[in-house]
């Protein structure tokens, strides 16, 4: 497969550049098999078919297993991608696939047959181990020629922040990115750079030797989640501020500044706080950070809480940072916003894709005028999808939003267990990028619960061509 830009590095030189881009005709899909009915068998990279065209359209074309059983794929990056756009000897060619439950790295070749990936190498959880890390979760490269993976425990799942280096041509473990003798965060998660202003975020989820085995309020209280967005120096490794969102801001999740790599704001999306907050630079050189978005919890009768949050599992932004979405796995919804002011976001598109309060379930919404307006549950091809929409990914035009239902198997055994015994499922929204607006596109859907040996769980997307959540663009590439 031909690079985007012939005579350059991967990527593109900029946002706009990027949304004239090719339209998707596959994408890449992590599946995990653990606690399903066939978690005797390992996770595997799907790749999908995502071309109208093709007769083979919304449907999984290849599977690549991988070497062990109980892996826990999430979360996938590149070994190259827009940051590296100067580069003319780099290609964006190998896919870069953490697993959450066992430590392992698989690095997959995506370049010498895109419909037919195969694993080039594995970096085994005591390489990891070796430099004091485990848990590797969010990947990003580096302009560098350095992967780089934050980590979230150390080799026994206590909780430990900490991001590894891996060369990207030789992929071998270097070692740690951050300066020996810097602070660290309580907790890891998602992190996002940009160099113009010196600057790396890094967020929070938990600690790993509990989450890692269901959710339990009371870890909240006893203070083993995060509620922080940490702030590094690019240049010198170094932390430099911890952000405290307080309650409204507890779980920072996926973090995103806007792609245009002029501009120093960023969005957070706060999981269980229901929160979405701006992070931005002040004129003294210091990073803040205010509450632009809330979601509230509703009332409830028969679930686990009295009150059921909207749980923002996952964020983007379009590629000419003119829309925030994210989603609301535990109420159902997939949101849009308007941000072109970034401090008053303003909602344009809102889509029900079940939730566990839907028509049907045992969960009734007390909240005064709500409990007869629930939603009927999403019926595909004739078949019931379970959960609530999770992860998303977004077509480079801004047209086409993908998203999995797929949290993480020991949160989804807890609060979708149907999902589960089901499978998992991927859909696509037809998104009004004029006026604002979401249309599931009915033609499509990819049924997790059909596949050979058994039901799985679908989770992280990405496109061979790159995409909006990790083409990182830099300030001296950049053109209109």
Known sequence: MADCCKGTGPGYPSPAAAIKGPKEKIIYVTCTRRHTAS??????????????????????????????VGDELHHSGWNACSSCYNDAGVKRSKLVLPSLFSSRVY??????????????????????????MGTPHTSHCLADGNIMISCLSDPKNNTKCGFILID???????????????????????????????????????????????????????????????????????????????????????????????????????????????????????????????????????????????LITDILISMDDRFLY?????????????????????????????????????????????????????????????????????????????LSNSLYTGWDKQFYPDLLEHGAAMLQIDVDTVNGGLRLNEAFHVDFGAEPGGPSACHEMRYPGGDCTSDIFLSDTAEG
């Open 107 to 132: 690095i997959i070749d995506t370049y010498t047959d895109p419909l037919q990936p195969k694993i080039l190498k594995v970096i085994e959880p005591e390489d990891l181990a070796s430099v004091d």
């Open 39 to 68: 978690a005797d068998q390992p996770d595997y990279l799907a790749t999908v078919d995502v071309d109208p065209d093709s007769p083979t359209y919304s449907q999984v074309i290849h599977r690549l297993p991988m070497t062990h």
């Open 326 to 402: 994210f989603v609301n796995w535990l109420q159902g919804d997939v949101r849009q916003y308007d941000v072109t002011d970034t401090r008053h976001p303003k909602l344009v598109g809102q889509l029900f894709l079940g939730g566990v309060a839907c028509k049907g379930s045992p969960v009734e919404i007390t909240e005064e005028g709500e409990s007869n307006n629930l939603t009927e549950p999403v019926c595909l091809n004739g078949k019931r999808v379970y959960g609530g929409p999770q992860m998303i990914q977004l077509s480079l035009d801004g047209k086409r939003l993908y």
């Open 168 to 310: 990207s041509e030789t992929l071998e473990l270097k070692g740690r990115w951050e300066r020996p003798d810097s602070d660290l965060p309580k907790f890891g998660y998602d992190f996002w750079y940009q160099p113009k202003f010196d600057v790396m975020l890094s967020t929070e989820w938990g600690a790993p030797n509990l989450w890692k085995f269901g959710f339990d309020p009371a870890h909240v209280a006893e203070g083993n989640y995060g509620s922080h967005v940490n702030v590094w120096g690019w240049k010198d490794h170094v932390l430099k501020q911890s952000l405290d969102l307080g309650a409204d801001g507890a779980i920072p999740l996926e973090v995103r500044f806007l792609h245009d790599p002029d501009q120093p704001v960023a969005f957070v999306g706060c999981a269980l706080g229901g929160s979405v907050y701006r992070i931005f630079l002040e004129e003294g050189g210091t990073w803040a950070a205010e509450k632009v978005i809330s979601v509230p919890a509703k009332n409830v009768k028969n679930w686990a809480l009295p009150s059921l949050p909207g």
